[in-house]
């Protein structure tokens, strides 16, 4: 068996000295609350520049489901020294890349470009803080184009509503609004947003005070401070935003259990969506390596026992929060879509006895060394592009307190032991605490 | 299923959606999905600021400090002199190139190898065995089982992946580069040493074949094989796998394929990391030791097509909302000197959002959520594509303006500051392609794999910079040109078909998914059968009683009582008017789904009475008739009724279950009870309005119904109770009021 003491070995490396050099940071705040970050990295001759706004759906009222993805398309029709479509064409032109996205807790805005155009990126994130171009035909154009993001992302594609939609369900509408209802908010929400609606928005969340601005890779750091304080420095403080509406959602309320038709789907699916703790809560480390060890690689659990062994499924696959950590209520999803030999009903029962397992037996020491050397190697290659590098800080400063925590992020990881992961396990991914979606095809209503 | 994702040096992808959706790729389509995606910008086609008016200013004054702030965007600081990332090369002693591009910032390495045995050297009729095989490399070898691989590289963070595209087939190992041994050794193991047990031989089939049958439901995947085997004709880049030909792979043909394929002769190995090339050299070494030999020639990879004209393959998708257009043509070989007057031509004509077609197609006509262009580069001769997703409505026109944007970019020469800034924007994209060690070696794998010029990578960007205008105007001449082109359209052919077929470019074949040749006459009966699904939302609804008046040119002529209802399971609605004499009971019966059940009317008109009893089971109406359009004659009814079906009755009262937005739009087919006749029908939302009726003033959903003899405007309330308000016949002097 020499092959395996050599693995130990290796593990045990591993384990043990692999870490990314500290990450140096240099954070500040202007005196109009805005707060900055600055990570120099010259390994490529890219710079990115990332905005998180502390507003995503969470800060929605009811009948507004939907509104803050659609105000973020309108932070892209312009502001006071930027043409609707300007600001695109610029980076475009400059050979860079942008996107923005909006999910529960956050809306984020970020820019990669070569190292001479952070100047460029920087102006139109500050025109667009100062003074957004907020008009009904710009809200007419992004409400239909959000209308058609919504048929083309959510309806159109097979197993997305169950994810983008249904999962929302978990989360009891009274009890916890911000997490009850998409993102993607619904049609009839939608069209009844108003330009008021727009520009209180932008008035209450909008504000340098509730954003967070991360410059990441090729730039010298005196350059870089004094064009953040030339272009950003000269905007207003905005009033301090609303507190958000209780969410006191319980667990544990019985199981639900819903059969839907995917019309776009060609082979049957099921959705276990269970109720998961806040992502800053100290059962989440746990849970999260648990989600690794049920769904990450071809050697995780449901992938071996449904997948192989039981050659019912194409795939089954785990999200823990599909559109990103929350600082309040989660969702711990396995979707399993069939290969075609199984059936919603028997695709449910395999997952079941999977969940079953570990909350009866826990799970080994290699498969929680594994999720952590896996947790580790995610955390490395976070690290390799400027924007992700960007991503990590701002996680880290949102859900962590603090830039610096992204250097010791792993550890709270390598504290998790097997008791924390069985313990995890009979608290949340219990029946009566889960929702079950059976998706079936039209073919076989 | 195709070509291994080799990315074009210089595009860009991140503004894309992504092309698929298996599952599998579910977490990367997420992170894009709540995406407005910079794709969501609307240009201004005007130069002038229209849009500098209204400004929404954080404070109603400008503060004194901010009077730095400049009006205009800061001019680019200098350009820094950019090479090429470093890298070495070596050939080990079996033969197998080595590329080591050493970066020690980050704890990690991947590695690569290529192999010149992809799709086109499947034997016939064992399209797909390549992708079988490789798939089949990672599923045990050497002393591990397949469990054992996944599972040992997985414990140290690293991951392992095979798959074969076109031209090569690939294995791929990364991870932490302390796990560099352990990497190595199965790189070595599942090349030289794989036992494909016939156990895993047939997991892979079934995984191939419920992986085929996914891409049936993917317009993408649909369109992108219409295309490829259309464009490549007898040509071995049109071979894709087919749930027959997965089906009648062995185990021995794939031994015997490994065996005369997977050799060390001309196989490239890219190593990227924390690791130099001496350690790399001797790991790789002991790795391969006992591997050798040399695959047999290149096969004989067949002709292209010699066509004239352009020719159209209509993919029929029942129900489908979108069509997915793809236009493209053949392009040439991949060290082909027009390749660099190709990338700009191309980047001009749909390289993203400033590219003509998206400006076109989304931004000035509204048509599609994205439309891009893009070059595929192959051993052999590589293709060019178009695409856009449209409404199915607009589908001849999207069709049509996308042919005219090729035909401008071969005869129109592009102006100088178009050109300039074309130019610039990717000679300034290159670093993003080149940020991680990985991209670095993905650059530089293909650049050797394709056989182009040593210095390519070094002079990428000056050759790009170079590009003139008549080069680009003979380049797209020869990649947009007509003989030969293809023009695949995946949509509802029912819909698509008859306006299509006026204008298109060449002749139309018509197939469906599976890719079965079908007849026009095929069309509209699949499509009554399959049919959409129902839109309606019974949750919209709530039993009422509803009163109203039929008033002609200000006078009541007549009244109607609308009753809903729930009894146990079913809705019931009672249909009571009395109009201009005529007096008129209709009872419809529909499930908890508002699928329609059955039909009763009891009348009398002109003295004669009227009398209709049909039921719906299972998709089929059946039952009599008798009503002014048989002469009062009792007929036999017998038809087929789609899900999505509703019966003319009751369209008026269920028009408020259809989830009504603004803009929205819906195709309904319209079930007559009198005749069993089926007739689509158009069903849009023009505003949101206030209307008075006798009941009160609503904000309401004005919804015009088109299709039938009488085009009718019903107007709906906006917010719940969902109840309809008033109807008037379009070009009549009648209107029916909500009294109460």
């Known amino acids: ?445 | 299923m195709n070509t291994p994702p080799v990315r074009y040096p210089g595009r860009r992808t991140i503004a894309r959606r992504p092309r698929t959706t298996t599952i599998l790729q579910l977490s990367a389509v997420l992170l894009l999905t709540a995406c407005a995606s910079s794709s969501q910008t609307r240009v201004a086609d005007d130069p002038a600021p229209a849009q500098q008016v209204q400004p929404a200013p954080r404070a109603a004054a400008a503060p004194a400090a901010d009077t730095g702030f400049p009006s205009s965007p800061p001019p680019a600081a200098p350009v820094q002199p950019a090479e090429f990332p470093p890298f070495q090369e070596a050939t080990l002693s079996n033969g197998v190139r080595l590329v080591v591009v050493e970066n020690e910032t980050l704890p990690i390495i991947s590695l690569n190898l290529a192999l010149p045995a992809g799709g086109v050297y499947a034997p016939e009729g064992k399209e797909g065995l390549p992708s079988m095989l490789a798939a089949l490399l990672t599923k045990g070898a050497g002393e591990r089982s397949a469990e054992q691989i996944a599972e040992d590289i997985e414990s140290v963070g690293g991951s392992i992946t095979a798959g074969a595209g076109s031209d090569f087939l690939t294995v791929g190992v990364g991870g932490l580069s302390s796990a560099a041994p352990l990497a190595f050794e199965l790189m070595g193991d599942v090349i030289a040493r794989a036992t494909l047990p016939e156990s895993e031989v047939e997991l892979q089939r079934q995984q191939m074949l419920s992986g085929l049958r996914l891409q049936q439901g993917q317009p993408d995947a649909l369109a992108q094989r219409a295309f490829l085997t259309t464009l490549y004709g007898d040509h071995m880049y049109a071979r894709l796998s087919t749930p027959e030909s997965v089906e009648g792979i062995t185990r021995a043909e794939l031994v015997s394929f490994r065996d005369r394929y997977l050799k060390p002769e001309g196989a490239l190995l890219v190593v990227a990391g924390d690791l130099t090339l001496a350690e790399a050299q001797r790991l790789a070494e002991n790795a391969f030791r006992g591997w050798t030999g040399a695959p047999p020639a290149t096969p004989d990879v067949g002709t292209l097509p010699d066509r004239d004209n352009p020719v159209v393959v209509l993919v029929h998708r029942p129900g489908s909302v979108q069509s997915t257009i793809l236009i493209g043509n053949t392009t040439f070989q991949p060290n082909d000197p027009r390749h660099y007057a190709s990338v700009v031509a191309n980047e001009i004509l749909g390289g993203g959002s400033q590219g003509r077609l998206f400006q076109i197609l989304r931004e000035q006509k509204g048509w599609t959520y994205g439309a891009y262009s893009s070059l595929s580069r192959r051993s052999g001769v590589g293709y060019f594509a178009a695409q856009a997703e449209v409404r199915t409505e607009v589908t001849d026109s999207a069709a049509t303006e996308m042919l005219q944007q090729l035909v401008r970019l071969r005869t129109e020469p592009v102006q100088a500051d178009e050109l300039s800034l074309t130019k610039s924007t990717l000679v300034g994209r290159f670093p993003l392609t080149i940020q991680t060690a990985s991209q670095v070696a993905g650059a530089v794998r293909d650049a050797r794999l394709y056989n182009l010029p040593g210095d390519y990578l070094q002079t990428y960007r000056t050759r790009l910079a170079a590009v003139t205008a008549p080069q680009l105007m003979n380049a797209a001449e020869h990649f947009t040109r007509g003989e030969g082109a293809v023009m695949v359209v995946v949509g509802d052919a029912s819909k698509v078909y008859p306006s299509l077929s006026q204008g298109a470019p060449g002749p139309i074949t018509i197939i469906n998914a599976e890719g079965d040749t079908l007849q026009p006459s095929d069309i509209a009966e699949s499509a009554a059968a399959a049919g959409a699904p129902s839109l309606l939302d019974a949750s919209r609804l709530r039993a009422s009683r509803d009163s109203f008046n039929v008033v002609v040119q200000g006078t009541p002529f007549g009244a109607m009582v609308r009753d809903l209802r729930q009894e146990g399971n079913e809705w019931v609605l009672t249909d009571s008017s009395s109009i201009a004499g005529a007096r008129q009971v209709t009872v419809v019966r529909l499930g908890s789904d508002l699928s329609l059940r059955s039909v009763t009317q009891r009348g009398s008109m002109q003295g004669r009475d009227m009398k209709v009893n049909v039921t719906v089971t299972n998709g089929t109406a059946s039952g009599t008739a008798a009503t002014p359009l048989s002469q009062f004659e009792e007929r036999q009814v017998n038809a087929t009724v789609p899900a999505a079906a509703i019966d003319d009755n009751s369209l008026p009262t269920l028009i408020a279950a259809l989830p009504l937005a603004p803009g929205a739009t819906f195709q309904i087919p319209i079930f007559s009870a009198s005749t069993g006749g089926i007739t689509p029908h158009t069903v849009t939302v023009e505003a949101t309005e206030e209307v008075t009726v006798p009941a009160g003033t609503f904000n309401a959903y004005r919804v015009s119904v088109a299709g039938g003899q009488a085009p009718t405007t019903i107007w709906v309330s906006a917010q719940a109770p969902y109840r309809t308000l008033k109807l008037a016949p379009v070009g009549a002097p009648l209107e029916i009021v909500l009294v109460k």
């Open chain 1, 1 to 445: 068996m020499p092959r395996l003491f050599l693995l130990l070995a290796l593990s045990a490396t591993v384990a043990g000295a692999q870490s990314p050099a500290p990450m140096a940071l240099d954070s500040y705040q202007l005196p109009n609350g805005l707060n900055v970050v600055l990570a120099e990295d010259h390994s490529a001759q890219v710079v990115a520049v990332d905005i998180w706004y502390d507003v995503g759906s969470r800060n929605e009222r009811p009948g507004r489901t939907g509104f803050a993805h659609l105000f973020e398309h309108m932070m892209f029709m312009g502001s006071g020294n930027v043409k609707t479509g300007d600001h695109m064409a610029l980076i475009d032109a400059a050979g860079g890349s942008l996107n923005a996205s909006t999910a529960e807790d956050r809306t984020n805005y970020y820019e990669t470009l070569p190292s001479n155009r952070l100047n460029l990126a920087l102006w139109l994130e500050a025109d667009r803080m100062r003074s957004l171009n907020v008009t009904d035909e710009n809200l007419d154009i992004q409400r239909n184009a959000v209308q058609e993001e919504r048929r083309l992302r959510v309806d159109n594609p097979p197993y997305l509503k169950l994810v983008f939609e249904y999962q929302y369900a978990v989360a009891d509408t009274t009890a916890c609004f911000p997490y009850a209802h998409s993102v993607i908010g619904s049609m009839e929400d939608l069209g009844a947003a108003s330009l008021d609606d727009v520009q209180q928005f932008f008035n209450t969340y909008y504000a340098p005070n509730n954003a967070t601005l991360v410059i990441t890779g090729d730039f010298n750091p005196d350059e870089a401070r004094s064009l953040v304080q030339q272009y950003f420095g000269g905007i207003p403080r905005g009033p301090a935003p609303p507190p958000l509406a209780a969410c006191n959602q319980p667990y544990n309320t019985g199981q639900v259990r819903r059969t839907v038709t995917d019309v776009n789907a060609t082979l049957p699916a099921v959705q276990h969506v269970y109720r998961a703790p806040a992502t800053t809560s100290e059962d989440f480390p746990a849970l999260e390596l648990l989600a690794s060890v049920l769904g990450d690689g071809q050697s995780s659990r449901l992938n071996r026992a449904i997948v192989r062994e039981a050659r019912a499924a194409s795939a089954s696959q785990v999200l823990l929060n599909a559109l990103g950590p929350r600082r309040g209520p989660g969702t711990f999803t396995i979707l399993t879509v069939s290969n075609g030999q199984a059936n919603a009903d028997s695709l449910d029962k395999l997952v079941a006895t999977q969940i079953a397992r570990v909350v009866s037996e826990g799970i080994t020491p290699a498969e929680l060394e594994k999720a952590q050397n896996m947790k580790r190697a995610q955390l490395i290659y976070e690290r390799q592009t400027a924007f992700s590098r960007a991503e990590a800080i701002q996680r880290n400063i949102m859900f962590s307190g603090s830039p610096q925590a992204i250097n010791n992020e792993i550890d709270a990881y390598l504290a998790v032991t097997l008791a924390d992961i069985q313990r995890v396990a009979g608290k949340y991914l219990v029946p009566d605490n889960s929702f079950v979606f059976l998706a079936t095809t039209e073919s076989a209503q």
